[in-house]
């Protein structure tokens, strides 16, 4: 039982170790983003439907070093551990993956505790629930932020739905960096989104701006296009 190669030059592997609905649907879009993966579950259901969209699929009921390195997860250049509700099991299998050397490995975790823990090994600590709630808990609060992502305690980057206050503007005009210490990283119009932005570009009211700044700065721009 191992991965079939990629005969194609060498292209990155991600290996998905886990698929619940997180690991699923992570597994499902990256697959359809035209990347080669590998998973794993111990379902056979959940391996037979993952095995519509990739050839790498194998249900390994022990996470044991011998099983990963046997279908090849240390092949893998970035591993995703989505096993946050079983907390021993997402521990120990995270050691492992690490321990073979994958270069990159990101862990699923439900709590703070055991984020720390995962810290500690050394893997990079997601927490899908908690992001979504913030996410949604943005949207709620502040209906012109369509989307959000945290980089930091203080670093978001957020697209932003525009009002008829800078309706006829340009982006000169709107002066982002200057007014708020905002940069724009992509606009979208008439459902088309682009990161090539001229000084020169008008906006309008259906109009969105993706930014990247100070959180504190983007509510300050959200707030000021509702005045």
């Known amino acids: ?29 990256l697959a359809e983003s035209g990347k080669e993966i590998l998973v794993i579950d111990r379902e056979q259901d959940k391996i037979n439907a993952a095995a519509a969209f990739t050839d790498n699929a194998f249900c390994i009921d022990n996470l044991t070093r011998e099983n990963l390195e046997t279908v090849g ?44 823990v995962l810290t500690t090994l050394g893997a990079e600590v997601v927490y899908p629930e908690k992001d979504m ?14 989307e959000y992502i945290s980089l ?7 697209e932003i739905a525009l009002t008829d206050k800078v309706a006829g503007k340009t982006v000169q005009e709107l002066d982002m960096r200057k007014r708020f210490g905002l940069n724009i990283i992509a606009v979208k119009q008439n459902g088309r989104l682009t990161t090539e932005i ?20 983007i509510h300050r721009f959200e707030k000021d296009l509702q005045s």
């Open 1 to 29: 039982m191992a991965r079939k190669k990629n005969t194609k030059n060498k292209e990155t592997l991600y290996g998905i170790i886990g698929l619940g609905r997180f690991g699923f649907a992570l597994a499902q879009s």
């Open 73 to 116: 997860i240390a092949d893998c250049d970035i591993v995703v551990v989505a096993i946050g509700e079983q907390i021993d099991t997402s521990i120990l299998t995270t050691l492992t993956v690490l321990r073979l050397g994958v270069g990159r490995v990101i862990a699923k975790a439900r709590s703070e505790e055991q984020g720390e």
């Open 133 to 146: 709630a913030i996410r949604l808990a943005h949207r709620l609060t502040s209906p012109h932020i369509l």
């Open 152 to 158: 930091s305690p203080e670093i978001d980057i957020m």
């Open 198 to 217: 001229l000084p020169t570009t008008v906006l309008s009211a259906a109009d969105s701006l993706t930014v990247i700044g100070k959180t504190e700065a």
